[in-house]
């Protein structure tokens, strides 16, 4: 759909536009409604890459979505085709192919999405199916599902995984991937203890020793129970005791 013979990119204003639409739609994994509300301010670089910064998205949450290299020239070729420089990126565009109005509406998306699909041979496409397709690349390409999270703007990672259709591998279980020898883990105690970085000089008895809950020490409890342990993972992928 977005290569070889069949895709959309033409010369005219409105096959640049329905490219660029299409483009942000798998590229960037965006809702239609984000899609029609993306203004030309809110396109920006940060840390060296393009980006959409601060995206309200479903539910009101904010995010900032990496805008691919190849869906920035497609979004420059619009524009730049379009004279667009302000307000809403996307526009309508007559029959004569001439822009007109201040922005589209979701239904256009859903029209392009269709009938672009369908020109190129699949049916039943809705936009959000290109959203599902690019979760679905980014984690087949290695992305990391927190990753994918902040790009799609889910609340909760459960939303994701419903996405991708992931399921556990007991076959190959991602607590294989490290072992206590090779690998240099951040702890930090739930009171009073400075973060440690225990690496494959520790003694195994320090982690004993800050696995203790207060609590557990006031009342005489083993040290290193499982019961008095106070352990969460944190969302930098550091264990935090």
Known sequence: MLGGSQRVWGTTLRAKRDYAMLAVLFGCGLRRSELVGLDVNEVQVRQGHWAVVDLIGKGGHIRTVPIPNWVKTALDDWTAAAGITDGRIFRAVARTDKIWGNGISQ??????????????????IAPHDLRRTSAKLCHTNGGEIEQIQFLLGHASVQTTER??????????????????GNTAVTVQATFRREPEVLTTKTQCVHLDKISVDERDESSGAQKGSDEGASTRLQGDGYASV
Do not use: S, T
């Not at 239904?107 to 039943?124: F, Q």
């Not at 996405?163 to 206590?180: A, E, M, S, T």
């Open 163 to 180: 996405y991708l259709g992931c399921k556990q591998n007991l076959g190959h279980p991602v607590n294989d991937l490290f072992h206590l």
């Open 107 to 124: 239904n256009v998306v859903w029209y392009v999405v269709k009938n672009c699909c369908e020109r190129a041979g699949l049916h039943h």
